[in-house]
């Protein structure tokens, strides 16, 4: 079975940093892009970034660039998102999704939408 | 930048039709994909490239395309229908990923 397992809530102190984590299984994590979404109190999705593990290439929403740093340990399968400095705005549920896709004998493609999902991590940032 | 507009609320009584529309500009729509979430839920995916429907998913989901709106077409809504319903799309560049604002489905 295919599943995107997230690291449990969090509860931090503006200006504090914070890394959480997605980790992967039952697919091979290298070939299948790895996105990130927020998702604000009572709010909608927005679409954070994504990486391909396999070489760490790295997209940014630009209204998030530099605010938040994506990353992937393609040996333990486990892609993260991470703050220096948190704020009271960055409360909200981080989803990790994968890019859907596919591989041939020869060569991986890959789909602009996300099929499967993690189970969401509650980041909670107050004084 | 390129954005999705969709209602912020549709209401149906079960077994009518729902709609949700969403409205790409400015630049050429690329393809849609509908995601539905429940409250405390992970999103799914329930409708991809416009009008296909991922395997699992009910008939009664369908999607359609006219021009820069896409159509989510829930028919026969039942109360589990009841739920957020976003589109998501990418910019002409396939870089930047785009949700709209989400649509709540009241089953009255």
């Known amino acids: 079975e295919v599943q995107l397992v997230q690291s449990g809530a969090e509860v931090k102190e503006p200006g504090e940093s914070l890394k959480i984590s997605c980790k992967g299984s039952?697919?091979?994590?290298?070939?299948?892009?790895i996105g990130w979404v927020r998702q604000m109190p009572g709010k909608g999705l927005e679409w954070m970034g994504i990486?391909?593990?396999?070489?760490?290439?790295?997209k940014y929403s630009p209204s998030l660039q530099g605010q938040v740093t994506i990353s992937a340990d393609k040996a333990i399968s486990t892609a993260y998102l991470q703050w220096s400095s948190l704020k009271a705005s960055d409360t909200a549920i981080y989803y990790c999704?994968?890019?859907?896709?596919?591989?041939?004998?020869?060569?991986?493609?890959?789909?602009?939408?996300?099929?499967?999902w993690g189970n969401g991590t509650t980041v909670t940032v107050s004084s | 930048s390129y954005e999705l507009t969709q209602p912020p609320s549709v209401s149906v009584s079960p077994g009518q039709t729902a709609r949700i529309t969403c409205s790409a500009g400015?630049?050429?729509?690329?393809?849609a994909y509908w995601y539905q979430q429940k409250p405390g839920q992970a999103p799914v995916l329930v409708i991809y490239?416009?009008?296909e429907r991922p395997s699992g998913i009910p008939e009664r989901f369908s999607g359609f395309s006219s021009g820069t709106t896409v159509t989510l077409i829930i028919s026969g809504v039942q109360a589990e229908d009841e739920a957020d319903y976003y589109c998501?799309?990418?910019?002409?560049?396939?870089?930047?990923?785009?949700f709209g604002g989400g649509t709540k489905l009241t089953v009255l």
């Open positions: 400015p630049v050429p729509k690329q393809y």
């Open positions: 998501q799309s990418v910019d002409s560049s396939g870089t930047f990923w785009v």
């Open positions: 039952g697919y091979t994590f290298t070939t299948y892009w």
């Open positions: 990486i391909y593990p396999g070489d760490s290439e790295t």
């Open positions: 490239k416009d009008i």
């Open positions: 999704a994968r890019r859907a896709g596919y591989c041939s004998s020869s060569n991986c493609y890959s789909f602009y939408y996300m099929d499967v």
